[in-house]
């Protein structure tokens, strides 16, 4: 089996997505939203006068996608809302097939979902994250007989969802793991018109030696044929990324499932890589007597490696896995991001210089894999076996079932090169049993079926040392000057974890930052942590509260010492030949329900931007490592007041690729460094500058053979030295239209700004506007602790008045009328 491993194969599926080749619409307007069960269907479609009690509850307006937690998730004074909801609108239905097939397409709801024409449940799923369809034809026709048809919906189709993220210890994902289980249709939901013979699934595996001198294709069909027909005739054409025609075929037919309809052989073939990521274009036209079918996918030809006891190797050659992860979260929507939002998200990662991407922890967007097959972003992707343990026989058949769509789904991405098992599955809590042995049982199930479906791509699971010998790859837990250790300790522990495994890769490493909040000193408390021991972590490392001394508990969580400890994370990976690759956890912050009580409730920091793709200081250290373009970055654009004693030197740390770089403080040049990417920090682009009291400006130009860029950052100096918080003053520092922003900042009975601040600070607002809060971020929450004593918020006048509070324990409430 590995020798067909390392002769890696890429495998795509033409699934749902040639059926938009075909008649389709996603629905995304016209729905209405409940975010409470229902006593029953009828109470979704039964008429209603105006003013009766029939009209009760009230619906609200909303478009698709629609997550039910769009807010909740993040409110601080709140747990997040998991139940039913409901969502429904009326179709006008008119199918151009004769005897063809009307298709709502899912490509996500959750978790469980029923789907109902008029009353008539027509379909329902176990599973919040893999597509799956409902065939509606039959109740439609039964519908329109009805008199109800043209009467009351004159002529329209009522379809109504119920979808429903109650917590249930027998599904998957867990309710302890640390992101939110969401509810409603968070993805595209798409209506498809069918012939009465069309393609379920196609599956083309394209396969090419490490040396690129022979590709192979081999093509099987899936049909969908519920009228059970027989003869067909099939096209293929193969076109190569510079449009020509590589091979083509004509064929007949005699339909069944899963058939053998086109193998060959091309010389030579262009390759799929990370840096030229060139995709062939595999057209196909299936025809009989109730019409044609037409679809088309892309194949990319690649070899992958994972070299027992080394590196990664693609095409033949090693590449460093430089990686992070990604939840399907964003402000304001949470789960339901647009097709836009998640475009920008993944050019932000490519801009970063990312290559790798771990799908944390489930089945993802279709959209996000098609982004990483053209952008050239690995993936390994997951089901949603996240900690808790193991449940019974219904739990265990709905992990096999996700794990059969995602493999089958998912098979036309050349990105992907790791099916990933599970995640902590080492973490109990679930069930009064956690049985070692079972869970190793369940596990190589898992394992056995990822290599029947697919022998091409590894297997993998982070955290579960019991587990570590059963699949192709293994990932343990490594934080380390994070939940263990300081960031010093990474390559001796990294080493020590290599050595215990067959095939490693490390994925989640990284640590907590509060965006806006930056140190002078921000790695003091490392003198507390105890050095040279594991840096792995177990089980309450993640607390804020009790145990041995650790950064996640005792650091300041600044933006300065994250930067630090990802800078020497990736100083030390460029000299550890034998690493596969690593993957930063996560790109982006992203909600949670299991840390209400981190400096934005309900968030975990740890990404490189925020959560509304603000770009924290560490997104900059990354491109430094992994990026060619030339650039140049300053740290501290989002430090407004930089302390210490005068005419005390400060370092000024910049992050470049470039290969020099000159300083400029107040107009004079503090000369030039040569970037050593071994020198830390910073590269060996750092200066210590005589900032003066007051306003200072600092220019970098930084050059790259004849190019040459350059940054520059603003900043006030201040020598005196402030007490504990004595008072607060809220002001209003701009207004966009109709968008006024507030800033309170704490001072001590001095009136000196108290810069290493961290109160709680809670927001609150009366009159016509309303406060822009409930969005994971720093400048988006109502509740949340200060960044070196000030916090801010956004407001939405309304065109209006309205009085904003502010309150501090200890301290006296201020108010601001807008």
Known sequence: ????????SLFITLFASQLFAQQSVRLNSDWEFLKEDLGGIWEAVRPVGVGNPEAVPLWQKVSLPHCVNAEDAVDPDVNYYQGPAWYRTQLNLSNPYQNGRTILHFEGAGQKTEVYVYTTK????????????????????????TDVYQKQFKGKVPVSIRTDNS???????SNLSDFNVYGGIYRYLNLVYVPSLSVDKMFAKAEVDAQGNLGKLNVKARFYNPHHLGGASIKFKLVAPNGKVVKETYKKLEISNDLQVWDIEIKKPVLWSTDKPLQYTLQYELTNSTGNYKGEEKVGFRHIEFVEKGPFKLNGKRLLLRGTHRHEDHAGVAAAMTEGMIRQEMLMMKDMGVNFIRLGHYQQSRIVLNLCDSLGIMVWEEIPWCRGGLGGPVYQQQAKRMLTNMIEQHYNHPAIIIWGMGNENDWPGDFPEFDKEKIRAFMKELNDLSHQLDRSRYTAIRRCDFCSDIVDVYSPSIWAGWYRGVYTDYKKASEDEFAKVKRFLHVEWGGDSHALRHSENPDQALSKIKTGGSADERAGDASLYGGAARISKDGDWSESYITNLIDWHLK?????????GTAYWPFK???????????????????????????????????SYWTEKPMVHIYGHSWPVRWGNEGEQKMVKVYSNCSE?????????????KRNSQDFPAAGL??????????????????????????????????????????????????QDDVATVEVKLFDEKGLLCLDATNWITFGLTGDGKLIDNQGTSSGSRKMQAYNGRAVIKVKLNQGQSAVAVHVEGLKTVFITL
């Not at 030390?572 to 596969?580: D, G, I």
């Open 1 to 8: 089996m590995l020798k067909q491993i390392v002769y890696t």
């Open 122 to 145: 027509v379909g329902t799923h176990v599973g919040g994250y893999d597509e799956w369809t409902v065939d509606i034809t039959d109740a439609v026709a039964a519908f329109k007989k």
């Open 167 to 173: 917590r249930d210890l027998e599904m998957i994902p």
């Open 572 to 580: 030390e990976q460029e000299n550890m030949p034998w690493l596969s």
């Open 589 to 623: 912050d992203f909600s949670t329900p299991v840390r209400p009580d981190n400096p934005v409730p309900y968030m975990n920091q740890k990404g490189v931007v925020e959560r509304d793709f603000t770009k924290k200081e560490a997104y900059y250290v990354f491109q």
């Open 661 to 673: 770089a000159e300083i400029f403080l107040n107009g004079k040049s503090y000369g030039s460094k």
């Open 686 to 735: 750092r200066w210590n500058l005589p900032f003066v009291k007051g306003e200072n400006t600092v220019k970098v130009i930084a050059r790259k053979g004849k190019e040459m860029v350059t940054d520059e950052i603003n900043f006030t100096y201040q020598t005196g030295k402030w007490t504990k918080p004595a008072k607060l003053v809220l002001k209003k520092i701009d207004q």
